[in-house]
């Protein structure tokens, strides 16, 4: 057995250039791991809150409280604990932290602590991270799917446009490099496009391309053009996929578009967003309602649930609990996985095994606030959870995921890829689309 002989906690600086944590675990044997602590920006009311120091220096962001649970009550915790025994560990980290929402030591503190476990686990075991976590798990491995953003807004974009995240998804292509180049090309076509219009000002938080456009739909039209002018066929090996985060834009009981000054009710909302997948390549829609509008879920899921991967992010908070209601009531038909959202790797793992026990698709994502840390890859396809959404093809805080996965392929084997298998493509050929 390997005990953890130092636990130790440091600020650094996000993709935001936000004070955040990592965490760095050495075990008796010298082994050391560490993690960093991502942030969100678009958060669900209900997933675990970071502790912020607040006050007026760095915007309240400051980490000082959370790095001093960690060096302190974490720390003596930890210390001589079975490194191999990740519940264990979490289920210390959870019994210090019992709040629903992580508020007294910090959802950043805790997830800090427990990725950087994971990482020192696999690094004593001698194994990649993907493999330890398919072996800890008994999980197939493989390869993600990816989701990667063309186009960036709402809380990504200061609300530019009313949807967050205009992304692709290439379940067409037969390897991860196949896909990454597919992407590549459709990525520039799409800035391309804006370039042309004289509508190419930059990139926002996720590294999509600035959403410089007068209505929500037209960054649809754009997205479907730059498909096309990337020499596929959208709907064929290119699809789309959307994140709503309607959260974001709730009004009342209601929805508003700031952009296009439109009020909407739920059902005004569902057909909107119907006559967008009966108009482009949709197969995904992440947040279709708002976090608090069950009904709206609910019955979105029952109008679109056979032709779309309708994922909770928001409206789940990768809480196990909240993930078995919405079961129960039908509202989603996948769970994006985020671990900071509900603070501890195996508490984020049965969340997964029960979407996963339901029939339900999982998303590994990142946070738009995110670093070089790349465990969200290894969890990816350690777990063989088939999909993976990162942000863009831009930035360094989100190619590290990209381009972990294509190192992870050399150890893994092309041929062991989410995409192209018939999971992928039941949902992508049921389209209206296709
Ligand atoms: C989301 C994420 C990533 P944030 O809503 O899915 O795009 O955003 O990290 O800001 O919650
Ligand atoms: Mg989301």
């Known amino acids: 057995m390997s005990s953890i002989l130092t636990v130790h906690a440091r600020r650094l600086w996000d993709s935001r250039g936000q004070p955040t944590i990592e965490a760095e675990i050495t075990l008796d044997n010298g082994i050391t791991g560490r993690a960093i602590a991502p942030a969100g920006a678009s958060r669900g009311k209900r997933e675990a809150v ?88 008994d999980c197939v491995p493989s390869l993600p799917l990816a989701e990667i953003q063309i186009f960036g807004g709402g809380a990504h974009a200061a609300g530019r446009v009313d949807i967050q995240d205009f992304m692709i998804m290439v379940p067409g292509a037969s390897d991860f490099d196949e896909m990454m180049e597919i992407t590549s090309e459709v990525y520039f076509a799409a800035g391309d496009i804006m370039a042309s219009k004289g509508k190419r000002h930059g990139i926002a938080d996720e590294g999509g391309w600035w959403p410089e456009f007068s209505s929500n739909e037209d960054a649809l039209e754009t997205l479907t053009k730059a498909i096309e002018k990337a020499g ?26 700031s952009l296009e000054d439109r009020k909407m009710t739920t059902e005004q909302m569902i057909s909107t967003l119907g006559g967008w997948i009966d108009s482009y390549p949709i197969v995904s829609i992440e947040d279709p309602l708002a976090e608090d509008d069950t009904d709206g879920m609910i019955a979105f899921t029952a109008q679109f649930g056979d032709r779309l991967q309708i994922i909770g992010d928001d409206y789940l ?8 209601q919405a079961i129960s009531d039908k509202a989603c038909n996948a769970v994006l996985l985020k671990v900071n959202q509900i603070g501890t790797v195996s508490e984020a793992i049965d969340t997964f095994m029960l979407a996963r026990e339901a029939g339900w698709q999982s998303v590994v994502s990142a946070r738009s606030g995110e670093s070089e840390d790349s465990t969200i890859s290894h969890l990816a396809t350690g777990l063989g959870a088939g999909q993976l959404k990162v942000g863009s093809f831009q930035r360094s805080e989100r190619m590290v995921k990209w381009n972990e996965c294509l190192r992870i392929q050399d150890q893994i084997g092309r041929q062991n890829y989410a995409g192209g298998t018939p999971l992928s493509q039941t949902w992508w050929h049921k389209t209206s689309f296709a």
Request: with cysteine; aromatic share 4%; glycine share 10%.
């Open 317 to 324: 908070v990768t809480n196990r609990d909240i993930v078995a």
């Open 232 to 257: 596929e066929t959208p709907g064929k090996n290119v699809v789309i996929s959307l994140d709503i985060a309607a959260s974001e834009f709730r009004d009342g009981n209601g929805y508003y578009f």
């Open 50 to 137: 970071d502790l912020r120091d607040g006050g007026i220096a760095l915007n309240g962001k400051n980490v000082t409280q959370a790095i001093a649970g960690i060096n302190g009550p974490i720390a003596d915790r930890l210390t001589g604990m079975d490194i191999s025994d990740q519940r264990a560990i979490d289920n210390v980290l959870i019994g210090l932290d019992p709040s629903p929402m992580k508020t007294v030591l910090g959802g950043n503190a805790l997830v800090a602590c427990s990725l950087a476990a994971l990482h020192t686990a696999a690094l004593n075991a001698g194994t990649p991270l993907w493999r330890h976590i398919a072996d800890l798990y």
